[in-house]
């Protein structure tokens, strides 16, 4: 049977707020920011770290964390690019990146599932080992020079939107549709709550589990293919540091460490908010090293208010 779900958090119009705030105030500082362009450019931006924040949504959302997500953009490029390199079509390509993560997901999530290792242990160690042999393969050198068939994920565009843009949406709404619309959202969210229950009510806790790191893998695979068509070049650096922005992001949407409480939609606005202070920042000249403490200052200070006005909603 399918279930509909509401999201029952409180926090996603302060988020709403605090987007709207963020926004206004950049706006009248530099009215160049709120130009039709920079916002696009800004939703462009956002598609990156936002379809890594998608599938860490799920992840965490069963009570784990993927911390090798930016290892498994740099592999699934480089999967495609060869494959692009050695004159496979380009749907072909694709399929290899996409291969690529998913099959690396799959690993971190039996790792987690089957062996029980701590999924921070575990991804941990496939961070380490994907970046190794994106280097061992490539000699640390990128894989440039590709047709435009291949870069069009990156480079092209439909109705005055770029393609990542596009992409985000649609990656976004099937994992929508399945967490939210589906059965299987009751299960993962029932594997965060209570791995115990879950057990008891006939999940398929490891099935589940893994099916999350698997999704977490495609979702960097497609950022994978659209950084190396936008830039035309695979490297094996690519993705450095994106995990850190994921988890902020969905961390910062109201998703619980704990597993079991979050959303989708709190997650995109969380990762909104990230993208356009750092936009902001850039716009406005700030220095790089002051830009880190302002952004860490405002994320606090939006979660301690979110998180009370939450209480307050509740009590």
């Not at 699934?76 to 380009?90: D, Y």
Request: charged share 10%; proline share 4%; aromatic share 8%.
């Amino acid at each position: 049977m399918i279930m509909r779900r509401t999201p029952s958090s409180s926090r996603l119009p302060v988020l709403l707020a605090i987007l709207v705030g963020i926004v206004a105030l950049l706006g009248w500082h530099e009215p160049r920011f709120i130009e039709i362009n920079n916002l696009i450019n800004i939703l462009r931006q956002s598609s990156m770290v936002g379809l890594i924040a998608l599938g860490m949504t799920l992840v965490i959302l069963t009570g784990g964390i993927d911390l090798s997500v930016g290892s498994l953009v740099a592999v699934s490029a480089l999967a495609g690019a060869g494959a692009a390199r050695a004159g496979v079509t380009f749907p072909l390509c694709w399929g290899a990146a996409l291969a690529a993560g998913a099959l690396l997901g799959m690993v971190n999530g039996l790792g987690v599932a089957r062996l029980r290792l701590p999924p921070f242990i575990m991804t941990l160690g496939m961070m380490g080992f994907a970046r190794g042999l994106a280097f061992m393969v490539t000699g640390g050198k990128p894989l440039t020079g590709f047709d435009a068939s291949f870069r069009w994920l990156g480079i092209g565009g439909w109705m005055g939107l770029p393609l990542p843009i596009w992409v985000f949406g649609g990656f976004f709404l099937v994992v929508w549709v399945l967490l939210e619309l589906m059965p299987w959202g009751d299960q993962v969210r029932s594997v965060g709550s209570s791995p115990r229950a879950a057990w008891g009510s006939g999940v398929n806790v490891p099935g589940v589990t893994a099916q999350v790191y698997v999704l977490c893998g495609v979702a960097s695979a497609l950022v994978g293919l659209l950084l190396a068509g936008r830039i035309d070049s695979a490297q094996p650096t690519a993705g450095v540091g994106y995990e850190f922005g994921a988890i902020a992001g969905v961390v910062f949407g109201g998703t619980s460490f704990s597993g079991g409480r979050g959303s989708l939609v709190g997650t995109v606005i969380g990762v909104l908010i990230m993208t356009v202070l750092e936009s902001g920042m850039n716009m406005l000249n700030v220095n790089p090293f002051a830009e880190q403490v302002v952004k860490g200052v405002v994320i606090a200070a939006a979660l301690v208010l979110y998180g009370r006005t939450g209480q307050a909603l509740r009590g």
